[in-house]
């Protein structure tokens, strides 16, 4: 699976829009990107996935750029029980019969402040 | 909307006893996974079932761990001889025929 970079930490305004980026440079061709929060303490939460089209459900919107080596997830109103650690992970798709796992790296902390 | 359910909540042991851990995946789910995290550490992959066999392990899922699927709802992570260092929370997850995997909210296990 392709690594991810994403930055440490991030602020945000409560009620504007939070734009986390992530740099996926070598992913291949049937990897997907995966967006997974923490709120502290609590399991991961799965937010959005996508492949090549940019996505958008009632958590967030993510973009992906059309060379695939970065994404952006982006909370469009940002609340105070947003702030939780985001993971951005690629993966290839599971396959029937595998039960291939996500990988987490140490994410971005985002803050939204009141 | 349904969710992976774990117990206890907490659970606080003694170094050296047997503890295990419950799950209940999403009905229908077929593949099963557990993680655990360190306070202040990354989640880290232990062990994921499929097909009542373990799929793929992690260095970490050495002979003091075992997981079972009893019945066909639960899903347990024994851990024989419990040690200080394994004190963490272990999250439950589970994953149908798509692409998402869905974790529970965790076990938060303290070893004395």
């Known amino acids: 699976d392709a690594k991810t970079t994403q930055p440490p930490s991030m602020d945000c305004a409560e009620g504007r829009a939070a734009n986390l980026p992530c740099n996926h440079s070598?992913?291949?061709?049937?990897?997907?990107v995966y967006w997974y929060r923490q709120i502290h303490s609590q399991g991961p939460q799965y937010i959005i996935h996508?492949?090549?089209n940019n996505e958008t459900n009632e958590m967030a919107s993510l973009i992906i750029t059309e060379d695939r080596k970065s994404s952006t997830l982006i909370l469009p109103h940002a609340t105070l029980r947003d702030t939780a650690v985001y993971y951005c992970i690629v993966r290839g798709a599971f396959s029937s019969g595998s039960a291939r796992q996500l990988t987490f790296g140490s994410g971005t902390q985002l803050t939204v402040l009141p | 909307e349904p969710e992976v359910t774990q117990t206890p909540s907490h659970q606080v042991t003694q170094m050296g006893q047997e503890v295990i851990l419950r799950c209940v995946p999403i009905?229908?789910?077929?593949?099963f996974y557990w993680y655990r995290q360190i306070l202040g550490q990354k989640v880290e992959f232990l062990v994921s079932f499929y097909n009542n066999e373990i799929s793929e392990k992690s260095e970490i899922f050495d002979d003091q761990f075992s997981v079972e699927r009893p019945d066909g709802s639960n899903f347990t992570l024994k851990i024989r001889s419990t040690k200080l260092e394994d004190s963490a929370m272990y999250f439950c997850?589970?994953?149908?025929?798509?692409?998402?995997?869905?974790f529970g909210e965790g076990s938060w296990l303290t070893v004395v």
């Open positions: 996508g492949l090549k």
């Open positions: 070598t992913i291949s061709g049937n990897e997907y």
């Open positions: 997850a589970s994953r149908g025929a798509g692409n998402t995997i869905y």
């Open positions: 009905s229908n789910h077929l593949y």
